[in-house]
């Protein structure tokens, strides 16, 4: 498994940005499938986006397309999430996922071998 630390949550007002970063450690292998995901309490774990450190693909939920954008530098083995655009229901906690067991969507969060942390992200009307 491959240690991951997000960073980069916080407090905006409604149409402000954030970007996120997820940093990984430990990486074998550069070529993997990373993923955003946001969770509210009570409600299951949303994939809101997705990037292929290969090949650079990306993937995004219908719900912040447009507005939200997935990026690698592999230089320094970070993913990042820009978030511009920010509305009151993209309030949650965020969490970076890596390492998708084959044959799986990437939207689907058990699919994933590698958790970090979490950061919060709340968006004020």
């Known amino acids: 498994q491959v240690q991951l630390v997000e960073s980069g949550g916080g407090s905006v007002q409604a149409g402000g940005s954030l970007r996120l970063s997820c940093a990984a450690s430990?990486?074998?292998?550069?070529?993997?499938?990373v993923a955003w995901f946001r969770q509210t309490p009570g409600k299951e774990r949303e994939g809101v986006a997705t990037?292929?450190?290969?090949?650079?693909?990306?993937a995004y939920a219908d719900s912040v397309k447009d507005r939200f954008t997935i990026s690698q530098d592999n230089a320094q083995n970070t993913v990042y999430l820009q978030m511009n655009s920010l509305r009151p229901e993209d309030t949650a906690m965020y969490y970076c996922?890596?390492?998708?067991?084959?044959?799986?969507?990437?939207?689907?969060?058990?699919?994933?071998?590698?958790w970090g942390q979490g950061t919060q992200v709340t968006v004020s009307s």
């Open positions: 430990r990486y074998t292998d550069s070529r993997r499938r």
């Open positions: 990037i292929y450190t290969g090949s650079g693909s990306t």
């Open positions: 996922a890596a390492d998708l067991r084959r044959g799986m969507r990437w939207s689907d969060a058990s699919g994933y071998n590698s």
